[in-house]
T-cell receptor, first 113, second 113 residues
């Protein structure tokens, strides 16, 4: 059973640029959620995808967008990067919209300069 | 709005000590509660998942309890080891069809040899 895989592990971008982060869900999981974790804080919910549709969103602006593919992998896209977007981005997968708990990946560390 | 608080923010103990980490949440209408471990700069590792109908869960030296009516959960670690040093995060999944997890800021545990 493979776990949740995220790529890349680290990324440095310039303010104003766009970035795409990728996540492969755990085998058998059909739900993917994305979280942003600033230094010293708990993760904050960005959005969730279930069967390729967004079905929940946190307090993040529209420049944060996502996709889920037929194989349940997912992308997080962030446009017009700001310095405050620097954080650890975590992907989590689950079955049945989280009833059995969530499995998290190792995260992507994004630094915006 | 569901809020999760973890006390203490940091804890340092000698090896071998039994310890308790606390988590409180403001709205008792939760679907489940999950405890995670996070090593520095890494992703989250799930430790224990407690459904709203359960009172406790155990895994090895870890025991988590849930008192939904009082909005509290505790994580008990027996016979602590230096390898237990990490940040421990508590997360609740609110009821009412919410898909997100709401996290506390975590307790940073240091176990000294």
């Amino acid at each position: 059973e493979t776990g949740v895989t995220q790529s890349p592990t680290h990324l440095i971008k310039t303010r104003g640029q766009q970035v795409t982060l990728r996540c492969s869900s755990q085998s058998g999981h059909n739900t993917v959620s994305w979280y942003q974790q600033a230094l010293g804080q708990g993760p904050q919910f960005i959005f969730q995808y279930y069967r390729e549709e967004e079905n929940g969103r946190g307090n993040f602006p529209p420049r944060f967008s996502g996709l889920q593919f037929p194989n349940y992998s997912s992308e997080l896209n962030v446009n017009a990067l700001e310095l405050d977007d620097s954080a650890l981005y975590l992907c989590a997968s689950s079955t049945g919209q989280g009833r059995g708990g969530y499995t998290f990946g190792s995260g992507t560390r994004l630094t915006v300069v | 709005k569901q809020e999760v608080t973890q006390i203490p923010a940091a804890l340092s103990v000698p090896e071998g000590e039994n310890l308790v980490l606390n988590c409180s949440f403001t709205d008792s209408a939760i679907y489940n509660l999950q405890w995670f471990r996070q090593d520095p700069g890494k992703g989250l590792t799930s430790l224990l998942l407690i459904q709203s109908s359960q009172r406790e869960q155990t895994s090895g030296r870890l025991n988590a309890s849930l008192d939904k009516s009082s909005g509290r959960s505790t994580l008990y670690i027996a016979a602590s080891q230096p390898g237990d040093s990490a940040t421990y995060l508590c997360a609740v999944r609110p009821g009412g069809g919410s898909e997100k997890l709401v996290f506390g800021k975590g307790t940073k545990l240091t176990v000294n040899p």
